[in-house]
C-alpha cells in the first residue's frame, strides 16, 4: 500500500532525480538549436510540487495527490510541464476519497491520468510522452495481478515506460533521424525512477546545491482564498544550534509537538542545526519546546491574517474592459509590447518558459475585467490555458508562436467588440503573419540529410530549420526567397542582443534590395538566442 507520506517523499526523490538529470534530457532535443529546454521545464514543474510536500504531513494518499496535482498546475511550464501536471491530475482523480493506494488503484490512477493528458490535448503526437504513459498504463491494467503489490505494480508500469521510450523513434521519424528518444517521455521515466527508487528505501537526494527548504520569500498568504481559510495565522521559523547539554536531541521528537500544534510542519535536521517552519496559533510555544533541544537563532513569526489584508488591499482595482499579457525576452521587445498596449510583459520565450503561476500572477496585476494572453511561443501556450478559470478575470488566451504574431494581434485589437469577437479578429489576422528566426547550431548534428557543424548559423521558417549555411548575408537571402514566395507588403527586422546597430542595419538594407517595393523596418529587440526575428505579411 502507497499511504500519503509515502506518496509524498516519492515526489520529493522524483524532483531530486529530475533535476539531477536534466541537462542530459535537454540534450535529447531533436533540433540542435539552443532551446533544448523539457528537462528544465519538466524539473521545475514537479519542483514546485516538491516544494509544496515539504511542508505536509501525515495526509491520505487522496489528499496528498490532489495536493501535488495543485501544485504542479501551477508550476507548469512548457509543453512537457503542462502534460506532466495533466497526468498527476489524472492520477489524484483516480485516488481521490483514498486513505491509501493498494496495487489495483493504483493501475486505476495510471488510467486515469492518461485519460486526463490525452482529452486535454487537441491533437496527440504518438511517440511522445503521451504514448510513453499510455502504453505503460495499458500494459499495467493488462497485467495486473491480485497478488501484486503496490510496489510491484508501479515497478511494471516503469518498466513499461522505459519499454514504450525506447520504441519512440520508430514512432516518430524526427527522433529516429536524430537517433534520440523522446525528451518528454525520458522526462516522465526519471521522474518515475525516482519515485520507485524512494519506495525501495533509496530516495535520490539532489546533487547540485540545496536550497533552503524554505525560502526567504515564503508568503503562504497566497495559498488562501480567503482569511477565513487561515487557521494558523502565524508563521513561525527559526534554527535551533543543537547542543550537546540539551534535554532532547531528536528532532522527531520536535516534529511531532509542532504538528499537534500546527501544520505545514516542515523540520530539516543536519546534525549540527535543525531549520524549522511551522504554521501555530501559539508560536511562544513553538520556541519553547524548540529550546529543549538548543539555543535559537534567526527567529521570525508573521502573523498570516494581516498579511493576507494587506496583500487583498494593493490587490489592483478593476478599472478597464480590457487588458493584455504579453511573453517576450529582451528589452527592445518588452518595450515594443509596453508601448502598444500591453499591461504587463512576462520575462520568456526559448530556453526560459514561465510557469502557469507566473502567468496568473501577471494576469491579476492588470486592472482589466478581460485578459488577453499573447504567449509568443508555440512551447508557451499550453502553460498559459491552464491558467484560465484560475483568476477572478476572464483570460482568453491567442494562440501566437511567435513575436511577430504577438505584435500583430495587438495591432488589430478592436476594443469597441466584444471580447470573443475581439479574438477572432487577433486570431484570424495572425494567421497571416509568416515568421522566420536566424540562430546557431548548439552542437554538431544531422538534420533532414545535412551534416550541421556546431556555431553554423541555422534559418528557421515557421519554427522548422530551412537553411545552414556560414555566412548570414547567404542565409538571409536564401530565408526571404522562400518568406517572399507570395509576396509581402511588410517587413519587419528584430535584432538580438549580441548583434550590433551597424550590422542590423546592414541586414536591413540587403533585404530592401531583395524586396524593394516592401516597407522594411528594423528594431532592436535584445532577444537572447535568436540573431535575428523577421517576419513578413
Same mark, same amino acid.
Given at each position: 500500500?502507497? !499511504?500519503?507520506?509515502?506518496?509524498?517523499?516519492?515526489?520529493?526523490?522524483?524532483?531530486?532525480?529530475?533535476?539531477?538529470?536534466?541537462?542530459?534530457?535537454?540534450?535529447?532535443?531533436?533540433?540542435?538549436?539552443?532551446?533544448?529546454?523539457?528537462g528544465?521545464?519538466?524539473?521545475?514543474?514537479?519542483?514546485?510540487?516538491?516544494?509544496?510536500?515539504?511542508?505536509?504531513?501525515?495526509?491520505?494518499?487522496?489528499?496528498?495527490?490532489?495536493?501535488?496535482?495543485?501544485?504542479?498546475?501551477?508550476?507548469?511550464?512548457?509543453?512537457?510541464?503542462v502534460?506532466?501536471?495533466?497526468?498527476?491530475?489524472?492520477?489524484?482523480?483516480?485516488?481521490?476519497?483514498?486513505?491509501?493506494?493498494?496495487?489495483?488503484?493504483?493501475?486505476?490512477?495510471?488510467?486515469?491520468?492518461?485519460?486526463?493528458?490525452?482529452?486535454?490535448?487537441?491533437?496527440?503526437?504518438?511517440?511522445?510522452?503521451?504514448?510513453?504513459?499510455?502504453?505503460?498504463?495499458?500494459?499495467?491494467?493488462?497485467?495486473?495481478?491480485?497478488?501484486?503489490?503496490?510496489?510491484?505494480?508501479?515497478?511494471?508500469?516503469l518498466?513499461?515506460?522505459?519499454?514504450?521510450?525506447?520504441?519512440?523513434?520508430?514512432?516518430?521519424?524526427?527522433?529516429?533521424?536524430?537517433?534520440?528518444?523522446?525528451?518528454?517521455?525520458?522526462?516522465?521515466?526519471?521522474?518515475?525512477?525516482?519515485?520507485?527508487?524512494?519506495?525501495?528505501?533509496?530516495?535520490?537526494?539532489?546533487?547540485?546545491?540545496?536550497?533552503?527548504?524554505?525560502?526567504?520569500?515564503?508568503?503562504?498568504?497566497?495559498?488562501?482564498?480567503?482569511?477565513?481559510?487561515i487557521?494558523?495565522?502565524?508563521?513561525?521559523?527559526?534554527?535551533?544550534?543543537?547542543?550537546s547539554?540539551?534535554?532532547?536531541?531528536?528532532?522527531?521528537?520536535?516534529?511531532?509537538?509542532?504538528?499537534?500544534?500546527?501544520?505545514?510542519?516542515?523540520?530539516?535536521?543536519d546534525?549540527?542545526?535543525?531549520?524549522?517552519?511551522?504554521?501555530?496559533n501559539?508560536?511562544?510555544?513553538?520556541?519553547e519546546?524548540a529550546?529543549?533541544?538548543?539555543?535559537?537563532?534567526?527567529?521570525?513569526?508573521e502573523?498570516?491574517?494581516?498579511?493576507?489584508?494587506?496583500?487583498?488591499?494593493?490587490?489592483?482595482?478593476?478599472?478597464?474592459?480590457?487588458?493584455?499579457?504579453?511573453?517576450?525576452?529582451?528589452?527592445?521587445?518588452?518595450?515594443?509590447?509596453?508601448d502598444?498596449?500591453?499591461?504587463?510583459?512576462?520575462?520568456?520565450?526559448?530556453?526560459m518558459?514561465?510557469? !502557469?503561476?507566473?502567468i496568473?500572477?501577471?494576469?491579476?496585476? !492588470?486592472?482589466?475585467?478581460?485578459?488577453?494572453?499573447?504567449?509568443?511561443?508555440?512551447?508557451?501556450?499550453?502553460?498559459?490555458q491552464?491558467?484560465?478559470?484560475?483568476?477572478?478575470?476572464?483570460?482568453?488566451?491567442i494562440?501566437?508562436?511567435?513575436?511577430?504574431?504577438? $505584435?500583430?494581434?495587438?495591432?488589430?485589437?478592436?476594443?469597441?467588440?466584444e471580447?470573443?469577437?475581439a479574438?477572432?479578429?487577433?486570431?484570424?489576422?495572425?494567421?497571416?503573419?509568416? !515568421?522566420?528566426?536566424?540562430?546557431?547550431?548548439?552542437?554538431?548534428?544531422?538534420?533532414?540529410?545535412?551534416? $550541421?557543424?556546431?556555431?553554423?548559423?541555422?534559418?528557421?521558417?515557421?519554427?522548422?530549420?530551412?537553411?545552414?549555411?556560414?555566412?548570414?548575408?547567404?542565409?538571409?537571402?536564401?530565408?526571404?526567397?522562400?518568406?517572399?514566395?507570395?509576396?509581402?507588403?511588410?517587413?519587419?527586422?528584430?535584432?538580438?542582443?549580441?548583434?550590433?546597430?551597424?550590422?542590423?542595419?546592414?541586414?536591413?538594407?540587403?533585404?530592401?534590395?531583395?524586396?524593394?517595393?516592401?516597407?522594411?523596418?528594423?528594431?532592436?529587440?535584445?532577444?537572447?538566442?535568436?540573431?535575428? $526575428?523577421?517576419?513578413?505579411?
Amino acid at each position: 500500500m502507497i !499511504t500519503g507520506n509515502m506518496f509524498r517523499d516519492m515526489v520529493i526523490s522524483a524532483a531530486n532525480n529530475i533535476e539531477n538529470q536534466k541537462n542530459s534530457i535537454n540534450a535529447l532535443n531533436v533540433f540542435p538549436v539552443p532551446d533544448g529546454d523539457t528537462g528544465t521545464n519538466m524539473s521545475l514543474t514537479i519542483s514546485a510540487a516538491a516544494k509544496t510536500m515539504r511542508t505536509v504531513s501525515d495526509k491520505s494518499v487522496g489528499d496528498t495527490a490532489n495536493l501535488v496535482a495543485s501544485a504542479l498546475l501551477k508550476g507548469a511550464r512548457g509543453n512537457s510541464g503542462v502534460i506532466l501536471s495533466l497526468l498527476f491530475r489524472g492520477i489524484a482523480k483516480g485516488l481521490a476519497g483514498l486513505e491509501s493506494a493498494d496495487s489495483s488503484a493504483l493501475a486505476k490512477a495510471f488510467a486515469s491520468g492518461v485519460a486526463a493528458a490525452y482529452g486535454a490535448v487537441m491533437k496527440p503526437t504518438e511517440g511522445t510522452i503521451l504514448t510513453v504513459a499510455r502504453v505503460a498504463a495499458e500494459n499495467t491494467t493488462a497485467n495486473l495481478k491480485k497478488t501484486d503489490s503496490a510496489r510491484d505494480t508501479f515497478a511494471f508500469y516503469l518498466s513499461q515506460a522505459k519499454a514504450t521510450l525506447d520504441k519512440t523513434p520508430e514512432m516518430l521519424p524526427v527522433l529516429k533521424q536524430a537517433n534520440v528518444v523522446d525528451a518528454g517521455g525520458k522526462g516522465l521515466v526519471v521522474i518515475l525512477e525516482g519515485m520507485l527508487l524512494c519506495l525501495d528505501g533509496k530516495s535520490v537526494e539532489a546533487s547540485g546545491e540545496v536550497q533552503d527548504e524554505v525560502p526567504a520569500d515564503f508568503s503562504e498568504f497566497n495559498i488562501f482564498e480567503s482569511e477565513e481559510d487561515i487557521v494558523y495565522a502565524y508563521c513561525t521559523e527559526y534554527i535551533v544550534n543543537k547542543e550537546s547539554s540539551a534535554p532532547k536531541s531528536d528532532s522527531g521528537e520536535l516534529r511531532k509537538y509542532l504538528e499537534s500544534i500546527g501544520d505545514c510542519v516542515v523540520v530539516v535536521d543536519d546534525g549540527e542545526i535543525i531549520k524549522v517552519h511551522v504554521h501555530t496559533n501559539h508560536p511562544g510555544r513553538a520556541f519553547e519546546e524548540a529550546l529543549r533541544f538548543g539555543s535559537l537563532v534567526n527567529m521570525k513569526v508573521e502573523n498570516m491574517r494581516e498579511q493576507f489584508k494587506e496583500k487583498k488591499a494593493e490587490a489592483p482595482k478593476i478599472d478597464k474592459k480590457y487588458g493584455f499579457v504579453s511573453v517576450a525576452a529582451g528589452e527592445g521587445l518588452a518595450s515594443l509590447f509596453k508601448d502598444m498596449g500591453t499591461d504587463v510583459v512576462v520575462e520568456g520565450g526559448q530556453t526560459m518558459n514561465p510557469s !502557469t503561476e507566473d502567468i496568473l500572477a501577471a494576469v491579476n496585476k !492588470t486592472t482589466a475585467e478581460t485578459v488577453f494572453v499573447l504567449p509568443n511561443n508555440k512551447n508557451i501556450i499550453m502553460a498559459a490555458q491552464q491558467a484560465v478559470g484560475l483568476s477572478d478575470r476572464k483570460i482568453i488566451v491567442i494562440g501566437t508562436k511567435t513575436i511577430p504574431q504577438g $505584435i500583430t494581434a495587438l495591432l488589430n485589437f478592436d476594443d469597441s467588440l466584444e471580447p470573443q469577437e475581439a479574438a477572432d479578429v487577433m486570431s484570424e489576422a495572425v494567421s497571416g503573419v509568416h !515568421t522566420a528566426q536566424v540562430t546557431y547550431a548548439a552542437r554538431d548534428s544531422e538534420f533532414d540529410g545535412q551534416a $550541421i557543424r556546431e556555431g553554423q548559423l541555422l534559418g528557421l521558417v515557421e519554427g522548422k530549420v530551412s537553411f545552414v549555411e556560414d555566412s548570414m548575408d547567404t542565409l538571409v537571402k536564401e530565408l526571404f526567397e522562400k518568406m517572399l514566395a507570395d509576396g509581402g507588403e511588410f517587413i519587419n527586422v528584430y535584432y538580438g542582443e549580441n548583434v550590433t546597430e551597424a550590422d542590423a542595419k546592414h541586414i536591413g538594407e540587403l533585404i530592401e534590395d531583395i524586396a524593394p517595393d516592401a516597407e522594411v523596418i528594423v528594431l532592436p529587440g535584445g532577444q537572447p538566442v535568436y540573431h535575428y $526575428i523577421f517576419s513578413v505579411e
